[in-house]
T-cell receptor, first 112, second 115 residues
Framework: GDSVTQMEGPVTLSEEAFLTINCTYT??????LFWYVQYPGEGLQLLLK?????DKGSNKGFEATYRKETTSFHLEKGSVQVSDSAVYFC???????????FGAGTRLFVKA | EAGVVQSPRYKIIEKKQPVAFWCNPI?????LYWYRQNLGQGPELLIR????????DSQLPKDRFSAERLKGVDSTLKIQPAELGDSAVYLC?????????????FGPGTRLLVL
């Protein structure tokens, strides 16, 4: 079945460090791919998305490219801030059942 | 624009008791979702509504869980009776419609603890 695999956390970085959170997926057809972020005490918020191969989603300095050949959607940011500390979820939406499947989440801690 | 509203935010009950969660989606959003998020995991879909109709409830444990969305607006998710394993965060989300790339907007969730 369809699934999403994320790198395990927690990931701990110093402020201004480069961030990569790996995400790979298994899906039939052509899903849309998403990154959601969950700040402490809040609900999930859409961070960025890509709906077809080679699309790049970007928002707030984060970006991810839909790579069909490697079935990946890795999240990157060039310089993280303390305020980026949160849990990040990779997700896919496949149109067959209109169902979103989430990865387990990766917790990011950024130290000042 | 108001976001997705959920209540209560926290609920502590004893096992075998009933519990209900309420969700008011973003105005104009036809699609409403209920998810369960266990500790350290991503959300898992329980049920999806298109207006008043439950179009995907395959993951809803129907022996104890029920949901309704009267008039195609707000929705209630009920558990009766609750079990220890039901302790989780219950998330409600809404979207304009279902489809390719459709963005879901999440509420803050209801954190349930069953003792």
């Amino acid at each position: 079945g369809d699934s999403v695999t994320q790198m395990e956390g927690p990931v701990t970085l110093s402020e201004e460090a480069f961030l990569t959170i790996n995400c790979t997926y298994t899906a039939t057809g052509y899903p849309s791919l998403f990154w959601y972020v969950q700040y402490p005490g809040e609900g999930l918020q859409l961070l960025l998305k890509a709906t077809k191969a080679d699309d790049k989603g970007s928002n707030k300095g984060f970006e991810a490219t839909y790579r069909k050949e490697t079935t990946s959607f890795h999240l990157e940011k060039g310089s993280v801030q303390v305020s980026d500390s949160a849990v990040y979820f990779c997700a896919l939406l496949y149109t067959g059942g209109f169902k979103t499947i989430f990865g387990a989440g990766t917790r990011l801690f950024v130290k000042a | 624009e108001a976001g997705v509203v959920q209540s209560p935010r926290y609920k502590i009950i004893e096992k075998k008791q009933p519990v209900a969660f309420w969700c008011n989606p973003i105005s104009g959003h036809n699609t409403l979702y209920w998810y369960r998020q266990n500790l350290g995991q991503g959300p898992e879909l329980l049920i999806r509504y298109e207006n008043e109709e439950a179009v995907d409830d395959s993951q809803l444990p129907k022996d104890r869980f029920s949901a309704e969305r009267l008039k195609g607006v707000d929705s209630t998710l009920k558990i009766q009776p609750a079990e220890l394993g039901d302790s989780a965060v219950y998330l409600c989300a809404s979207s304009l419609a279902s489809g390719v790339g459709e963005t879901q907007y999440f509420g803050p969730g209801t954190r349930l603890l069953v003792l």
